[in-house]
């Protein structure tokens, strides 16, 4: 994070836009995936000694969300979230100024996600489905609201860049 930034202050220096575009992008992304349990967990395909997890992150940040019922929850709770905010107010990070901010912004941002679910939490409820419901069902009833935050905690942080 800290050289992602100080490359895009670097472009805006130079007035190289596409170099700019490039960095954020990049940064984007790992806010992008600061903000979800499994990216920031060694359970990120599940347990290492046990095959049938394997897919629980394509489960959870896919295919839950790209399901039809939620994908509008999810974009209506995320909006609903930031709804008058504004990069720096007091319910989000503090504006990002320095390349150590940046960093130390992304690392409270896991800190924040794993603390409000944890990944060995999503992973139990992924591997124990009620007979008959669909995982992407189960995890959206456990996690849909929280995860709506942490996307919404993502773009907040994104906003502090």
């Not at 920031?40 to 897919?55: F, N, Q």
């Not at 992973?123 to 959206?140: I, K």
Request: with cysteine.
């Amino acid at each position: 994070m800290a050289q992602l930034f100080d490359v895009m202050v670097d472009a805006v220096r130079g007035k190289d836009l596409l170099r700019y575009i490039a960095a954020a992008g990049v940064l984007a992304h790992y806010v992008g995936d600061a903000c979800q349990p499994l990216h920031v967990s060694r359970l990120h395909h599940g347990l290492p000694e046990d095959e049938v997890d394997d897919d629980v992150h394509e489960v959870y940040e896919s295919d839950m969300l790209d399901k039809d019922a939620n994908r509008l929850l999810v974009v209506t709770g995320v909006n609903a979230a930031l709804a008058g905010y504004h990069a720096g107010d007091a319910e989000g990070p503090d504006l990002v100024d320095t390349a150590a901010a940046a960093a130390a912004t992304v690392v409270d941002l896991m800190a924040r996600t794993i603390e409000a679910i944890a990944p060995s939490d999503l992973l139990d409820v992924f591997n124990n489905p009620p007979p008959g419901e669909s995982r992407t069902t189960v995890l959206w009833n456990a996690f849909g609201e929280q995860t709506i935050e942490r996307l919404a905690d993502g773009s907040r942080t994104l906003a502090a860049r």
